[in-house]
């Protein structure tokens, strides 16, 4: 599963951390326990610091990462860096996952959040998931908290403009970025270095502790 879920994320060119990466197969294994009442991984979830995590995890990807089904690669964009995990070997989503409805649910998941940002997955996994609802830290995760019918997914919300004020405010903004397009191109930037104090730095080592 753990194979398939970076291959998808390949296909539909997104990106995955280890905390990315986990909380996929979770939300993979809610829908195939909706359907047949047992997961996929067979991890053993628990609430752990902040969330779902499983203590086979790290063992795992250490395993694939030895025998090169899986590698890791520096990753950098939007300022942020990181390690991305890359699939050595290909393996189609449908070759994991035998039944259509389990499949296409699972995969509906990965592709919602292949491209997008960790924190906004995290919010989800935390809050919206029916096993972290009422879970007691250091617990196992109770699975039959997931309800039959699957739960909306998470969408990008619409203005609610009409199209005809989309329009008019599309051809505004394509106006005001020709008449500022090279605007201050050659202006020195100045500014000040951010300061951090010890409660940040407590807990960007957290984090980081999180993520080893």
Do not use: C
């Amino acid at each position: 599963m753990l194979l398939a879920t970076l291959t998808r994320i390949e296909e539909v060119e997104g990106t995955a951390n280890k905390t990315k990466l986990l909380k996929l197969l979770y939300l993979t294994d809610i829908e195939f326990f909706r359907a047949t009442g047992d997961t996929l991984t067979g991890f053993d979830w628990i609430y752990y610091l902040y969330g779902p995590w499983s203590g086979e995890y790290d063992g795992l990807l250490k395993q694939l990462e030895a025998e090169g089904a899986i590698r890791l690669e520096a990753w950098a964009a939007g300022g942020i860096e990181g390690e991305r995990i890359v699939p050595s070997e290909r393996l189609p989503l449908e070759r994991v996952i035998a039944s259509a409805d389990v499949f296409f649910r699972a995969r509906r998941q990965i592709d919602t959040w292949a491209d997008r940002g960790v924190p906004r997955l995290l919010d989800y996994v935390y809050f919206e998931t029916e096993p972290m609802q009422g879970a007691a830290k250091m617990e196992r995760l109770d699975f039959g908290k997931v309800s039959k019918e699957p739960p909306r997914l998470y969408r990008r919300t619409k203005s609610g403009a009409d199209s005809g004020t989309l329009r008019s405010l599309r051809n505004k903004f394509a106006s005001l970025g020709k008449e500022t397009a090279g605007q201050g191109a050659w202006e020195p930037i100045s500014h000040t270095p951010a300061q951090f104090d010890e409660k940040y730095l407590a807990a960007l080592a957290e984090f980081e502790r999180e993520e080893q």
